[in-house]
Structure formats: C-alpha cells, structure tokens
C-alpha cells in the first residue's frame, strides 16, 4: 500500500503529542465521545461514566491536542453508516494496515463517538485525517443522537463515505431520517434561513460505499449501470410527480443529492463467503477474496485523488488541523445546546480571531527566542555591545542590533503571512483583513514615535531632520539590555585606558612632563575610539571624562604645563563629542525611518504575491463550483427533481455574481497595494542620509 500511496504524494506519519505531552495509546483515538463515556489516556481505553445517562457529545482533549499539532490544511476523509457494516476496515486499510481502527466482532458497536486516527497522510499540499464515526443505529443511541454525531461529521469532514451493506432500494432510505435532520441542524449565516444550495459550498463530498456487491447493478430493463447513476436516479430520486406526494425516503434523498457537493458511489465484492473470516477479517488477510482485495486498492486510490484540503467559510481559505480542533469545540457546544445549532459563518468567524491572535503569539515569540540566541552570539554572552545602527568600520563579523532586528523582522513577518493566508477572504480586502493582522504584530514588535532634531550640516548651515525613535515592543528591550551593557563596557574600557594615565598624574615619575601627558592622553582616547562599543560610547566618555577634572590641580604640578592649551583642547574635545553624539541620534532618526519604510515595502511585496495567489485559487475554485453546479442540475433533473434543479440554476447565476463582484475588489485591492509599493521606493530613493559636521579637535585631550 506504501507504493500507492507515494505514488499520489502521501506518506504515512504517526502524529506527535505536544512537548511535554502524554504519549498516545494504540492507532485510534477518541476525538468526540458521549458523554456517559470517558477516555482513560494512560491505557488508551474508554471507559464506562458510572451514573451517566448520554445527552451530550464532549471533545477529547488529548485527541484536540494531536490534531493542533497539524498547522497545515487538512482534509478530514469520514466514514459513517449503519452498525457491523465494516466501516473501521475501510479507514484501516487506507492507512496501509487492517486494524489500526478497531473492528467490531459481536453484534455491540466498538466505535462510540467520532474517532480519529493517530496516524495520517501527509501530503505535499495538506495532511489526510481519517474519522470513523459511530454507527447510524447504534445501540443506546437514539435519532437525535444519531442526528447529532451525523452532524458533527459533516461538519468536520471533507470527504464522507457513508458505508452500508448491499446494493439500496428506495425504501432503504427509511432508515437514514438523520439526513432530513441536517437542514434543521445547521445553517450556514447565524440567524438567517439557509438555502439548501447554500449548503453544497461547504459540505463535504458523498460517496455511497456499497459492501458485500456480488451482482452487477442493471436497470429495469436489465441493462447494466454506472452505480453512481444507479444511486443518483433509482435510489435518490424521486418517484412521484407530486410533490406533496414525497415520502420520507423522497426527503432522504433530495437532502442528500442537494446537500453534498458531489455525490457518488463505489462497490466493493464480499471479502469472504467463510464465516470465520468475516468474524475477523483483519487477522486473515491472506485469505480474503482477491477481487475484493483488488476492489480495496482500487477505491483507496479513488478516494486520494478526490481528497482536497477541507474549505473554510471564506472565499480561498483552508481549515488546518488547528483551526479544525477550534471548530470542532464550538461545534459540540452548539449541537449540545438545545437552543442552539451551529452557524458556520459565526464559528469560522471566531476561529480565524483565535487563529489570528494565536499566530501573532506565536511569531513573537519566536522573534524573543531567535533574537535573545542571536544577540547572545553576536555579545559572546553579554560581553560586548552592539552598535544599534550601522557598524561604522567596526568589524563585519559583528552585526548591529538593528540588522539582527531587520532580519528577523522579516522572517517573522513572512512566518505570520503563511500562518493566516489560507485563512482566506470574507469581502475582497485581504490585504486589509492581513495588514490588520501583521500591523497588530509587527507594534508587538516595535513602537516607534516620530522626532525632529536641528543639526549642523557639512556644509554649516542648520537642518532639521525627521525621523523616528524605538519607544516600545520587543526589539525596545533589547534595546535598552544592549545601552545597559554598552555603558558597563564602555566604562571598564575607559578605566582601563586611563587608569596608567590618571596614576602618573597624581604621583608623576621625575621625567614627566606635560608633552608626555598629551601623548598618552592622544593615544588613550584614539585606543577608545576604536574600541568602544555601542550607542553609549560617546556618552560615557562625556561623563567620564568630567571625572577628570578633579585632577586640574595635579596637571598644573606637571612640568611644562599649558593652561591655555588645555583649555583649547577641552573645548574642542566638547564640541567633538557633542557633534558626534549629535550625529548618532540624527542617524539614529533617519535610519529608523528608513527601516520603517523598508519594512513596509518589503511586507507589500509579500502581501502582494499573497494576494495574486489567493486571486488564483478563488478563480480556481469557482471554476470548480460551477462544474460541480452544472453537474447538480444534471443529477436533480435526472432525478425527476426539476423544481430544485430550478433553484440550483438560480443559486448558482446569483453565486457567479457575486464572485465577479468580488473579484473586481479584489483587482482594486492589487492596484492598491502596487501604487503603495511605488511610493514608498520613491521615498526611500528620494531621501539621502543626513550629513552632520564633526569638526576634528586637532591634538586630542581629554581635558
């Protein structure tokens, strides 16, 4: 089975609790169970609620958690059906075994609730999860319930195999009245009366899987038939030609040929006419009938090639294995709420909200996990500063603050657009519903506050220059540990440099003199120069350097002072320390802006390429919808069912409207972005870096 399925881009994956999560018993798991039962993780078991009568369904949360770990779109493959009809071989021989879903010996049920696999097929575009559902029918179950579990079902899945025992008749459908249930059970927009050709756009597709066909299907002349024409026409159609005449199994079908997008259907041989066989069918695969086996390939690749990742409420979104687990819980608390029922608009409403917060969570952070390890190796451990700008000539092994922040940034930044692109589109602005959303995040990140300083130009006139400051967000406290550490290093540098130099001026060796003095005092404060790190460098030699002044009366016991040389060279070193903190905060201003613009773009430009995929898939998808419209009209006619093929025609006009009005916001939404984008290149060409006079002080001092 492993060639089958590598051959379609699958490959079986067992799925993995969370860090620090109990490991999971057996091949199945509860997903939803009644709750007069519990599931006890520690044997992999479920076990009997003493006292308990079923009223409710309830979620597993070990089997949520399982299924969060999948942040890729999922395509949820189902199989429900009457009881003992051998649904859990079915989803076990898909996963290449035949009893990773436990199979029913006695005439009790095995499979209570939904169960979910703990395996899956990964694929390159989305993972298939495999549900086996409880059977319709079951023992300790009434209509409501089995109602309930049918909807729950089908809300969840992409994919529904509804598996039964032989060829049906048209009075077969007596016994599936859960199906008339389903318009009563959900609506697609909270508070309004749904369409029943609404449903079709997000039901899963049906395939009838008819078990133990030994004969080939014919109509009443005897002429054999497709079996998905046969289900389509003799057993789902309509027999009378007065609608007040339909009967239940009329409701039946018209519910299910409406409802679901596609309907069709496969056969399946006996797997054995020995009773002992049919007993355990798993533990004797070896003797099973050859054309059933056969049959068994036949329809696992049938059902990979119909797989699609499951569509969410919105125009080109896709549910991932996260948003399913959130669905799944809004889902059980409406079907357990008697004045409830699920509204799908409303749930995938609140479910993108979660997943959008939960992504920006997410991002940031891994933006504190990868910044703290990167500022950590670019420091040596906190032992040298950063520069919070440009380098400077400083060596290019040692990145500035900002450009680790930059490039992260946009890692992040990219990481959020994958996390909350397939969540689709619910009016034509996804660049505005996505903007929303990486804004939101990126102010998590950092705040900036505009600022406007005067300065002196090269060329001596007084400018201003706009720009901005960090004030707040992540990268702002990273920012201050890096000033923190900048001013302890620069520090212990200047003590370094100048302690020699402060020892010869309080106790000076015979030969002294004040030309000595001013060399070291030269080559103490290039040696700084060079080697101070960081945004407070400058500062801390302004304060330290005031510290010098208690030594005014020892410089004047050197021989050969000059008081007036001194003084020149104080003043001189002031302004020059002044210019040069002066041209770190306009650089500071200018490049920040600069990044600010930068960042923006380069957030367009992904939004952009987003966009014109998203555009794609929703021209993709609606050209899908109306085949698959055309094909509906097709099948209700052919089922006699000519005032719902009306209905279905006009949904499907009214929906083709509605899809171009989208789709021309959509192309204003693009024109929009790419004016954006121009603008704000020409800004970021048009605006040259400051240039800030910083006169030399010619012989350096200190002093």
């Known amino acids: 089975m492993s060639g089958l399925h590598s051959k379609h881009g699958f490959k079986v994956e067992a799925l993995k609790p969370k860090p620090g999560g109990q490991a999971i018993q057996g091949s199945a798991i509860p997903l939803i169970l009644p709750n007069d039962l519990k599931y006890n ?66 005439m009790d049920p095995q ?77 697609v927009k909270k508070g309004e009366k749904t369409q029943m050709s609404a449903f079709r756009e997000f039901f ?35 027999k009378g030609e007065d609608e007040f005449d339909e009967s239940t199994s009329d409701k039946v079908g018209r519910a299910i040929l409406t409802f679901f997008s596609s309907v069709e259907c496969a056969t399946l041989e006996r797997p054995s006419e020995k009773k002992e066989v049919m007993n355990n069918i798993a533990e004797h695969t070896g003797s099973l009938n050859p054309e059933f086996n056969k049959g068994v390939e036949d329809l696992i690749e049938r059902l990979l090639l119909k797989s699609r990742a499951k569509r969410g409420y919105d125009k080109g ?36 909200q979660l997943m959008r917060s939960r992504a920006i969570e997410e991002v940031v952070v891994e933006y504190n996990q990868q910044m703290q390890a990167q500022v950590a190796a670019a420091t040596k451990n906190g032992q040298i500063p950063l520069e919070d700008t440009e380098n400077k000539g400083k060596p290019a092994s040692q990145p500035s603050l900002m450009d680790l922040h930059n490039q992260l940034f946009k890692v992040v930044t990219d990481m959020l657009l994958e996390k909350v692109g397939h969540l689709g589109i619910s009016s034509g602005d996804l660049g505005s519903e996505n903007k929303t959303v990486v804004d939101e995040m990126q102010k998590r990140l950092v705040q900036r506050e505009e ?83 960081g945004p407070e460098k400058w500062v801390i030699l302004q304060e330290m350097t005031k510290n010098f002044e208690k030594l005014k009366a020892n410089f004047e016991k050197i021989k050969g002072y000059q008081k007036k040389l001194m003084q020149e060279q104080q003043k001189a070193q002031e302004a020059e320390l ?20 930068k960042a923006h773009q380069e957030t367009l430009q992904k939004m952009d390429q987003q966009h014109r995929e998203q555009m794609e898939k929703v021209r993709q998808e609606e050209a899908e919808r109306r085949e698959q419209e055309e094909q509906k009209y097709r099948d209700l006619q052919n089922a006699q069912m000519e005032q719902y093929a009306a209905m279905s025609r006009e949904f499907n006009e ?34 040259p870096p400051p240039v800030v006079k910083v006169a030399s002080p010619g012989l350096c001092s200190i002093m």
Not at 454 to 480: C, N, R, S, W
Not at 578 to 597: F, I, P, S, T
Request: net charge negative.
């Open 578 to 597: 002044q210019a040069k903190e002066k041209e770190r905060e306009v650089r500071q201003l200018y490049d920040q802006a600069q990044d600010m613009h």
């Open 451 to 533: 600022r406007t300083i005067d300065y002196m130009a090269a060329d001596g006139t007084i400018k201003k220059q706009k720009g901005f400051v960090v004030t707040g967000g992540e990268l702002f406290h990273f920012i201050q540990e890096n000033k923190d550490l900048s001013k302890i290093f620069c520090q212990k540098l200047f003590e370094r440099l100048f302690d020699p130099i402060r020892k010869h001026v309080e106790s000076p060796p015979p030969d002294y003199d004040f030309q000595q003095l001013m060399g070291e005092l030269t080559n103490a404060r290039q040696r700084y120069s060079e080697q101070a790190r």
């Open 41 to 106: 993780a520690s044997t992999g078991r479920v076990e009997k609620v003493q006292g308990a009568r079923r009223e409710t369904l309830q979620a597993v949360p070990e089997a949520l958690d399982l299924l969060e770990g999948i942040e890729e779109p999922v395509s949820a493959l189902a199989i429900c059906g009457p009881c003992r009809s051998g649904k859990s071989y079915i989803l076990s021989r898909l996963l290449g075994t035949a009893d990773a879903f436990e199979l029913g010996h006695r």
């Open 204 to 238: 899963p597709d049906f395939l009838w899987l008819l078990r133990d066909v030994s004969l080939m299907i014919t109509d009443e002349d005897g002429v054999d038939m497709d079996p998905s024409d046969y289900l389509k026409t003799r057993v789902l159609g309509r």
């Open 317 to 352: 979104s896709t549910v991932s294995g996260v948003a399913l687990s959130i669905m799944a819980k809004q889902y059980i608390a409406a079907v357990n709420d008697p004045k409830a029922i699920p509204a799908l608009d409303n749930t995938w409403k609140n479910t993108i």
């Open 111 to 187: 499979t209570f609730g939904i169960w979910m696999g703990t395996k899956v097929l990964r694929g390159k575009d989305f993972t298939i999860v495999l549900l086996d559902t409880e059977g319709i029918d079951a023992a300790g179950a009434s209509a409501d319930q089995d109602a309930r579990i049918l909807v729950m079902t089908i809300l969840m899945s992409s994919l529904l195999i509804y598996n039964s025992l032989n060829v049906p008749y048209k009075g077969d459908l007596e016994k599936m009245q859960c199906f008339i249930k389903l318009a009563k059970g959900i609506t």
């Open 654 to 687: 009214k929906s083709s409207s509605q899809m171009q009005d989208l789709m021309g916001r959509m192309q204003e939404q693009q024109a929009d972005m790419n004016r954006q984008m121009m603008d704000l290149m020409q800004v970021i060409k048009d605006t």
